[in-house]
């Protein structure tokens, strides 16, 4: 993969009393819930983003997309279909000097023990939100 690019995942779409569900064989534990399809793909947009984002702040590669087509599918899932879900990914870091209220970083870091990636995943959100 590029340093910049688009990776696509094929996500399971699993239909339940209560909603949708889509997972990623490629991707354990990421996971996504929503009342309608339509929900669904946006939901399954953004933590498709997070997830993969988290890998790459972790040092972790990220998979290659398997072909949706040589998926098996599983027999213990309800299957109703096959969403190629993509989102950008970027593969290099850069470090920044940023400053902080004491009180603030101190929340940050009660709240999580990766500080890049609460403040990376935190600007995502807002970011999302205006786009």
Known sequence: MSETGRAFYCGIV????????????DLPGCVAAAD??????ASAEAVLKLH???????????????????I???P?????????VGADVTQSKVR?????DRALLAAIDAASANRSRFLADAAREKLAGVA
């Open 14 to 25: 699993e239909q339940g009393e209560d909603g949708f569900y889509i997972s990623f064989p």
């Open 36 to 41: 309608d399809m339509q929900a669904l793909a």
């Open 52 to 70: 993969l984002s988290g890998m790459l702040e972790d040092g972790e590669s990220l998979p290659a997309p398997s072909d949706p087509l040589a």
């Open 72 to 74: 098996e599918a599983d």
């Open 76 to 84: 213990d899932v309800a299957e109703v279909a096959r969403l190629m």
């Open 96 to 100: 920044v000097n940023v400053m902080f």
